[in-house]
């Protein structure tokens, strides 16, 4: 039961950043644990000996300070909390999300926009994207660049670490890496709307060779991702679908970071 609750979650890492997540979660676990265990097994302890059946056990009503006991109160939760925060402060900054990855491979970047409610990947260099499916190599290096095209969101693929928000306006960046092949599910870590509980994606890390080929094939077959076909993906509306787009105009996501920044129509013309 332990093993099948583990499946697909943060337990389950298949990537170095989330093998060093589950670590910061399994220290911080222990350290708390070294206050946890003492006192639940101390407080079965006195209540069995100050029992009313007990003869042995000293009563003393008078009896409220003892040094001793003051010094182990306030010691251990201290070291406790210096632990924790030393945890803390330690790999918030290994894990920084804008820290690339070390590799002798080059990464591969990836375009993400959240939408009302689906996911659009969108990979630059290749000129291609998808709706819902994110198509990785293993062992590869991923370099995201995330953003917004409505509400606030959150991109989140549990077995490969750092839930990181989606905004409107602006992009965040993170750096993730799938070490082994699989498929590996991803969700919508932020109420969004109506669409919020069904707007999951799934990941698929395949070799360098089936990728290329998953490339290829997309190219070939795809639609090609212009402002028309993006207008109507961004209707809101639940889209479990997953689509491939074999051409992807270059300027589109940087039009979706900032609309506003676009040139304006000339009078009488449709932008």
């Known amino acids: 039961m332990l093993v099948t609750s583990c499946r697909e979650g943060v337990l389950d890492p298949h990537g170095p950043v989330g093998a060093a997540e589950r670590l910061i979660l399994f220290n911080s676990t222990a350290i708390m644990l070294v206050v946890v265990l003492p006192v639940i097994v101390l407080t079965l302890a006195f209540a069995w000996w100050y029992r009313a059946s007990n003869a042995r056990a000293a009563y003393r009503p008078d009896w409220?300070?003892?040094?001793?006991?003051?010094?182990?109160?306030?010691?251990i939760p201290a070291m406790v909390v210096i632990l924790l925060a030393a945890v803390a402060w330690i790999g918030s900054h290994e894990l920084d999300p804008a820290l690339r990855l070390q590799s002798d491979v080059r990464p591969i970047r990836v375009q993400v926009v959240s939408l009302d409610w689906k996911w659009l990947f969108i990979y630059p260099d290749q000129q291609v994207a998808s709706v819902n499916q994110l198509e990785i190599p293993t062992g590869v290096p991923l370099e995201f660049l995330l953003t917004s095209a409505t509400v606030m969101n959150s991109f989140f693929v549990p077995q490969l670490g750092s839930q990181i928000y989606t905004m409107p306006g602006m992009t965040t960046r993170l750096?993730?890496?799938?070490?082994?092949?699989?498929?590996?599910?991803?969700?919508s870590a932020?109420?969004?709307?109506?669409?919020?509980?069904?707007?999951?994606?799934?990941?698929?890390?395949v070799p360098a060779s089936e990728f290329a080929s998953w490339l290829e094939h997309t190219r070939e077959t795809g639609a090609?991702?212009?402002?028309?076909?993006?207008?109507?993906?961004?209707?809101?509306?639940?889209n479990t679908n997953l689509q491939t787009y074999g051409g992807v105009d270059p300027q589109l996501f940087e039009r979706i970071v900032?609309?506003?920044?676009?040139?304006?129509?000339?009078?009488?013309?449709?932008?």
């Open 224 to 238: 090609v991702l212009n402002a028309e076909a993006y207008a109507q993906l961004a209707e809101p509306g639940i």
């Open 64 to 75: 409220s300070y003892s040094g001793y006991i003051e010094l182990v109160t306030w010691s």
């Open 175 to 187: 750096n993730l890496l799938a070490d082994r092949p699989g498929e590996y599910p991803g969700l």
């Open 258 to 271: 900032q609309p506003a920044a676009q040139p304006a129509a000339a009078p009488g013309k449709e932008q």
């Open 190 to 205: 932020n109420f969004s709307g109506n669409g919020f509980s069904d707007m999951r994606f799934l990941v698929h890390a």
